[in-house]
């Protein structure tokens, strides 16, 4: 089989898709999570003294929500979910503190992705995700988090490779470029995301099952032949990549079944207490007749749409 190189992605645009692929694969194992500590959780029973699997995956769930609610991109999202896993298996975290470590990583995530207008403030997320910790807890977590990460906290994700290897592909195709859908693709890897077991994958060897399974189901025998080029070029063996494209597809089985929550596909729908409304930031919640554009281009959707509330007496529920 030929090797991906420049002769196959021609011109300036070619070459540099090539380099920028090298070094994602250099970079990648330097932020992944600890494997060590992963096996750590994946071992530790359901207990309310220890941090098991179920504990980390709500987390990401609601990671997930606040990340829809705040109209966050997926960037954002796959970030914060590498932030915390990175800390969680450096660290023994007690179940009490998950909840402001998890705030924290989505600030922390925001911060690097988001543009300024779109970064919420820690007291919003704070009462959105209702932690029950001060904005004084958040900044010393933050703290405690960025200092055992060694202050590297923007890393090379499967979102990256995803991004990557989906503009390679189309580089290589003639076929039609809608034909391959990267919003569903990334709803995809964000679902595999709220599962622990696929932090202990190679970032490129996630992303090239997601994009492997698609490209199946599309039937298309040029897109599977270029990614065959990228799966040699990135040194991916075959037991590996067997190995994880049959957890990524029973991950997306259960994510396509009618049991399977996906707030991506419906209206999100948040209950407050009365208490909590009353201190929400008044774009959270209502729209106002003629919304103010801000300067610089830079326009919220959600303050231009609206959010759907229900208003009870009891505590916030995600779904």
């Not at 390679?168 to 039609?176: A, P, Q, Y």
């Not at 729908?269 to 409304?277: G, L």
């Given at each position: 089989?030929?090797?991906?190189g ?8 070619g ?17 992944q999570?600890?494997?060590?500590g992963?096996s750590l959780?994946?071992?530790?029973p359901?207990?309310?003294n220890?941090?098991c ?8 769930e609601?990671l ?7 109209g ?8 914060a979910?590498n932030?915390?896993d990175?800390?969680l ?8 503190h998950?909840s ?8 922390l995530a ?9 970064i919420?403030?820690t007291?919003d997320?704070?009462r ?13 977590m933050?703290k405690?988090i ?6 590297e906290l923007?890393?090379t994700?499967?979102?990256?490779f ?6 390679i ?5 003639s076929?039609?470029?809608?034909i391959?859908?990267?919003d ?12 622990l ?13 997601l994009?492997n399974?698609?490209?199946e ?7 599977l032949?270029?990614?065959?080029l ?13 190995y994880w494209r049959?957890?990524?597809?029973k991950c ?13 596909l ?7 207490s ?5 201190n ?27 959010w759907?509330?229900t ?7 995600y779904?």
């Amino acid at each position: 089989m030929k090797d991906l190189g420049a002769e196959h992605l021609a011109g300036r645009e070619g070459v540099q898709l090539l380099g920028l692929l090298n070094l994602y694969l250099e970079q990648e194992e330097r932020f992944q999570p600890r494997e060590k500590g992963l096996s750590l959780i994946e071992a530790t029973p359901e207990n309310d003294n220890t941090l098991c699997p179920g504990l980390r995956n709500a987390k990401v769930e609601d990671l997930r929500s606040l990340a829809n609610f705040f109209g966050s991109c997926t960037e954002t999202f796959v970030l914060a979910v590498n932030i915390l896993d990175r800390f969680l298996a450096l660290m023994k975290v007690k179940p009490k503190h998950l909840s402001c470590i998890g705030v924290c990583s989505f600030l922390l995530a925001a911060r690097i992705v988001e543009e300024d207008c779109n970064i919420p403030s820690t007291h919003d997320v704070i009462r959105i995700s209702q932690c029950k910790c001060t904005a004084s807890d958040i900044k010393r977590m933050e703290k405690i988090i960025s200092e055992k990460l060694h202050y590297e906290l923007e890393a090379t994700t499967a979102l990256n490779f995803l991004h990557l290897y989906h503009t390679i592909i189309l580089c290589h195709t003639s076929e039609r470029k809608e034909i391959l859908s990267l919003d569903k693709l990334e709803a995809q890897l964000k679902a595999c995301n709220c599962r622990l077991v696929f932090s202990k994958a190679k970032p490129s060897v996630l992303a090239l099952c997601l994009l492997n399974l698609e490209v199946e189901t599309l039937k298309s025998v040029e897109l599977l032949e270029v990614l065959l080029l990228v799966k040699k070029h990135s040194k991916i063996n075959d037991a590996e990549f067997f190995y994880w494209r049959e957890l990524v597809s029973k991950c997306l089985a259960e994510y396509s079944s009618p049991e399977c929550c996906k707030p991506d596909l419906k209206k999100l729908v948040w209950i407050v207490s009365r208490r909590t409304a009353q201190n929400l930031h008044n774009s959270y919640y209502s729209v106002p007749e003629l919304p103010t554009i801000p300067e610089g281009g830079c326009f919220d959707e959600s303050e231009r749409k609206g959010w759907l509330w229900t208003y009870g007496e009891e505590k916030t529920e995600y779904f």
